[in-house]
């Protein structure tokens, strides 16, 4: 039944999708809450340790977890709780993703779903909006959103964008709504994931810079994702990212610009439409941005973004 749905949210404990380390769900059925879960959660265990990066955002620590059930516990109380009906999520990528990681990791199967993503929907029903981040569209429906990136209220906080989108068209049901918005439902197929290698400039990374370097230049680019947001600022675009970014490393940038319907380059060239400019040991301008800045003075379409604006146009708020 797609009246009947939920709204779904994880934090990760490090740079890898699968550390999964807490996660809310939010079930709307016929419009209204009918019921509510969260729990922490012992990440896999290759992947069961913290980043200071990921616990600034969340404040979840070792520790926290210590007593928490692991995923495969929590897995099986997700597919209890949300049964077949769709998974909704802002961002939609990022969660599907760790589901299916986590897993992976685990090594056990999940189930189908489809789902739909509010970032991409609100992109199509508030357009006015300066950017399309959670905190921005909750205070545009007149949602409070008190506790951002913990998991139960991002969840209630996904649900009720979905909901106001719902009111916005008339409608009311996931169906309808996608006729309405135009916005096709995604779909997650069932099976157990291979697990890719994840780099982690991390306490179990090998964490040298020169290593990271290494291993990035090793690394094979995500492709552009099949499902992405069409309206999206990134999609179709050839993006670059130079230097170190606070928020993520180059592996998970790549992977939300392809996420996002972008493509992800390690070097500037002709078709290069975006780059993102990030720290670098000098302090000045990058060789990759002075190339960028040189196509642009001959005409090319290309655009350099800090960090800041990097997540903004993915729709992400800065960690």
Same mark, same amino acid.
């Given at each position: 039944?797609?009246?009947?749905?939920?709204?779904?949210?994880?934090?990760?404990?490090?740079?890898?999708?699968?550390?999964?380390?807490?996660?809310?769900?939010?079930?709307?059925?016929?419009?209204?809450?009918?019921?509510?879960?969260?729990?922490?959660?012992?990440?896999?265990?290759?992947?069961?340790?913290?980043?200071?990066?990921?616990?600034?955002?969340?404040?979840?620590?070792?520790?926290?977890?210590?007593?928490?059930?692991?995923?495969?516990?929590?897995?099986?109380?997700?597919?209890?709780?949300?049964?077949?009906?769709? %998974?909704? *999520?802002?961002? +939609?990528? !990022?969660?599907?993703?760790? $589901?299916?990681?986590?897993?992976?990791? &685990? @090594?056990? #199967?999940?189930?189908?779903?489809?789902?739909?993503?509010?970032?991409?929907?609100?992109?199509?029903?508030?357009?006015?909006?300066?950017?399309?981040?959670?905190?921005?569209?909750?205070?545009?429906?007149?949602?409070?959103?008190?506790?951002?990136?913990?998991?139960?209220?991002?969840?209630?906080?996904?649900?009720?964008? %979905?909901? *106001?989108?719902? +009111?916005? !068209?008339?409608?009311?049901? $996931?169906?309808?709504?996608?006729?309405? &918005? @135009?916005? #096709?439902?995604?779909?997650?197929?069932?099976?157990?994931?291979?697990?890719?290698?994840?780099?982690?400039?991390?306490?179990?990374?090998?964490?040298?810079?020169?290593?990271?370097?290494?291993?990035?230049?090793?690394?094979?680019?995500?492709?552009?994702?099949?499902?992405?947001?069409?309206?999206?600022?990134?999609?179709?675009?050839?993006?670059?990212?130079?230097?170190?970014?606070?928020?993520?490393?180059?592996?998970?940038?790549?992977?939300?610009?392809?996420?996002?319907?972008?493509?992800?380059?390690?070097?500037?060239?002709?078709?290069?439409?975006?780059?993102?400019?990030?720290?670098?040991?000098?302090?000045?301008?990058?060789?990759?941005?002075?190339?960028?800045?040189?196509?642009?003075?001959?005409?090319?379409?290309?655009?350099?973004?800090?960090?800041?604006?990097?997540?903004?146009?993915?729709?992400?708020?800065?960690?």
């Amino acid at each position: 039944m797609l009246d009947t749905w939920t709204a779904i949210d994880f934090e990760t404990a490090n740079n890898d999708r699968g550390s999964a380390c807490a996660v809310g769900l939010v079930r709307i059925s016929d419009g209204r809450v009918v019921e509510r879960y969260s729990s922490l959660i012992r990440p896999p265990r290759p992947v069961d340790f913290f980043s200071a990066r990921n616990t600034a955002v969340h404040g979840i620590t070792a520790a926290d977890v210590a007593g928490a059930p692991g995923w495969e516990r929590v897995h099986r109380d997700i597919v209890d709780f949300c049964g077949q009906s769709p %998974l909704v *999520a802002h961002n +939609a990528a !990022f969660d599907v993703g760790v $589901l299916r990681r986590a897993c992976a990791h &685990s @090594g056990i #199967a999940h189930p189908e779903w489809d789902y739909v993503c509010t970032l991409a929907l609100s992109r199509r029903v508030w357009g006015q909006l300066a950017d399309h981040k959670l905190p921005t569209v909750c205070a545009h429906i007149g949602h409070p959103l008190s506790a951002h990136h913990r998991a139960d209220a991002d969840a209630e906080a996904a649900a009720q964008v %979905l909901l *106001a989108a719902m +009111a916005h !068209f008339g409608t009311t049901s $996931l169906l309808e709504l996608s006729g309405a &918005s @135009g916005l #096709a439902l995604s779909h997650l197929p069932a099976g157990v994931a291979e697990p890719e290698p994840e780099p982690e400039a991390g306490p179990r990374g090998g964490g040298d810079r020169f290593s990271r370097w290494q291993s990035q230049a090793r690394a094979v680019l995500p492709r552009a994702g099949s499902g992405a947001d069409p309206d999206g600022p990134l999609f179709g675009q050839v993006v670059c990212v130079s230097g170190d970014l606070d928020s993520m490393d180059k592996t998970e940038a790549w992977k939300r610009v392809a996420e996002a319907g972008g493509h992800p380059a390690k070097n500037v060239t002709k078709k290069t439409g975006v780059l993102v400019a990030g720290r670098n040991d000098h302090g000045g301008k990058s060789a990759k941005q002075r190339q960028a800045e040189a196509y642009a003075a001959r005409g090319q379409a290309v655009r350099v973004v800090d960090e800041a604006r990097f997540l903004a146009l993915l729709g992400l708020n800065p960690a």
